[in-house]
């Protein structure tokens, strides 16, 4: 790198790894060794029900694969107390900006507090590992319940059109035929409208409980920020509209194995 300067590094030595790798999960290493085996059951007997219906099947699929993958990167990729902090944020401030790290829980009744609120946070909102490209909201208490009320009634009123021409197609149901049976223009239809189900589900399921958890004061509106992003802002490429409009819940669960620790 350096003309004239030689630079000379010992060898790293073959059991330095493991040991470093050992001593660093000794600690959470007896409640994984205990839950580890209760999860897999757990989602083993959920992989071997059936709803009736192929697309929620595949929704409860998807969900306990997510699952598994959770409990791979925070349990045994990572040590929670170690690796993880919850970012305090200035009253008034926006998500993303800056903040100074809380201490970690002490009380039996704090921890179990800060698991639940690192295990059901799917972006990491007020983490030190938010995912990155999460709109900010204005941190007003009222006004954001306000926006998310309109915001539901729209959106329920959106899903009911596209649903009921997918159902009306009976595409997914018992003897129904492939989408492939369907004429090119209904494919297309039917595609884009499958989406724009997915986009409204996820907008009023998600501005829903926003609403209950900001008005009944459990959580803060900077807690809550949008779940998409603007449309308009990441239409250049394929890849902005990945990575900056559609929603971010499994990005970390789906991108963090590479990239560990």
């Not at 129904?176 to 996820?202: E, G």
């Amino acid at each position: 790198m350096f003309p004239g300067i030689k630079l000379s590094y010992a060898p790293l030595k073959p059991f330095a790894i493991p040991v470093a790798y050992a001593r660093r999960r000794v600690a959470s290493g007896f409640r994984v060794l205990a839950c580890t085996p209760l999860i897999l059951y757990f989602l083993s007997q959920a992989m071997q029900m059936t709803t009736g219906d192929d697309a929620l099947d595949y929704l409860t699929g998807a969900g306990c694969f997510v699952i598994l993958l959770k409990w791979i990167d925070f349990m045994i990729l990572h040590t929670p107390e170690k690796d993880f902090r919850r970012v305090g944020r200035a009253e008034g401030s926006f998500v993303g900006g800056e903040g100074v790290e809380e201490r970690v829980p002490e009380t039996f009744l704090e921890k179990l507090l800060w698991s639940c609120d690192l295990w059901t946070t799917l972006r990491g909102i007020g983490w030190n590992w938010q995912v990155p490209n999460v709109p900010g909201t204005p941190a007003s208490k009222w006004s954001f319940v306000k926006q998310r009320i309109v915001a539901c009634a729209l959106y329920y009123i959106f899903l009911d059109i596209p649903a009921t021409y997918v159902r009306r197609l009976r595409l997914g149901q018992a003897g129904a035929s492939d989408i492939f049976d369907y004429p090119l223009k209904d494919q297309v239809v039917l595609t884009w409208l499958s989406t724009l189900c997915a986009y409204t589900v996820l907008q009023l399921q998600y501005n829903l409980f926003a609403c209950i958890f900001v008005a009944t004061g459990l959580s803060a509106p900077d807690k809550w920020p949008p779940v998409m992003g603007s449309l308009p802002d990441h239409m250049g490429s394929v890849r902005s509209i990945w990575a900056g409009f559609w929603h971010q819940t499994v990005r970390r669960v789906c991108t963090r194995g590479p990239h560990f620790p």
